[in-house]
């Protein structure tokens, strides 16, 4: 059956979910995975979920022990694995990764859970179930946005990605998420969107589709951060792409698919220079 893109009309051949899939049969494209069994499916979950953290380590998104990313386990999902507590996002691997339930307990695993992590991710696994991964990370660009309290403005296309598609939360803004309560008003924003700026904290990203997904969606806002900042210091006003262009833009570029297309090149990177990731 041929598939419709909702805003732009655009029809797809049967199986295809986006316009960059290629029409012609035959060619090499990453295709999304199928899995004969359970434990298939959570062992790629997990070395996903490493290379999450490995992709994080080569953007210079470590500071500490702050930074947490979570991938809903396929048979339970009340339980979620995440990165290990005080461990360098360099050095997560398939071995030290956790499984914790929502009331921050580790049910497998040596290493303790961040207490950050559980506040934020747990309120917000439990109440969208169909939230499946979410990132965050402590990082230099994101935070300084964050400090300003606006969401990001459609000045490119990869801006576009992220068009009423993300909010800004100012509760508790600063304020360290160590108490449950901070996590519910968080996991009240994420209604519907797939990225949060957290006033005066950073980022924050959230997939229904994979944690391939969130993770590069968290590097693409953090770069739009980026570029806005670097934008707004020169004191000129920019050409905002319009409302219309912008919907399109991010109907074709800025949908789960796509974020799990895009971080596909990563995940090659990694595999061929980080082996050891799969210990």
Not at 106 to 124: D, K, M, S, Y
Request: with cysteine; aromatic share 8%; glycine share 8%.
């Amino acid at each position: 059956m041929a598939a419709v893109l909702e805003k732009t009309g655009i029809v797809l051949d049967e199986g295809r979910v986006s316009i960059y899939q290629p029409e012609q049969k035959g060619l090499i494209f990453p295709e999304l995975p199928q899995f004969a069994s359970v434990s298939a499916h959570r062992q790629h979950l997990k070395e996903r979920l490493v290379a999450a953290c490995r992709a994080f380590a080569l953007q210079g998104y470590d500071y500490g022990f702050a930074g947490h990313l979570t991938i809903r386990d396929p048979e339970n999902p009340g339980l979620y694995w995440t990165n290990p507590m005080a461990i360098h996002f360099s050095q997560v691997k398939v071995s030290n990764l956790i499984l914790a339930d929502h009331t921050g307990k580790v049910v497998e695993g040596t290493h303790a859970i961040n207490r950050a992590g559980f506040v934020l991710h747990a309120a917000v696994h439990e109440q969208h179930q169909d939230i499946v991964a979410m990132c965050h990370a402590h990082t230099v660009y994101g935070t300084a946005f964050a400090a300003l309290g606006k969401p990001l403005a459609p000045i490119s296309q990869d801006a576009a990605a992220f068009f009423e598609d993300h909010v800004v939360i100012g509760d508790e803004a600063g304020q360290v998420a160590v108490e449950v309560k901070a996590g519910h008003k968080v996991a009240n924003a994420f209604a519907g969107v797939k990225a949060a700026i957290h006033q005066n904290h950073g980022l924050l990203t959230a997939s229904r589709h994979s944690i391939e997904a969130a993770a590069f969606w968290f590097i693409a806002l953090e770069r739009c951060c980026q570029q806005q900042l670097m934008i707004e210091a020169t004191g000129q006003t920019p050409r905002l792409v319009t409302p219309e262009r912008a919907r399109y833009s991010r109907e074709h570029v800025g949908s789960e698919y796509i974020g799990w297309l895009h971080f596909q090149t990563i995940w090659d990177q990694l595999v061929a220079t980080q082996p050891d990731m799969f210990d």
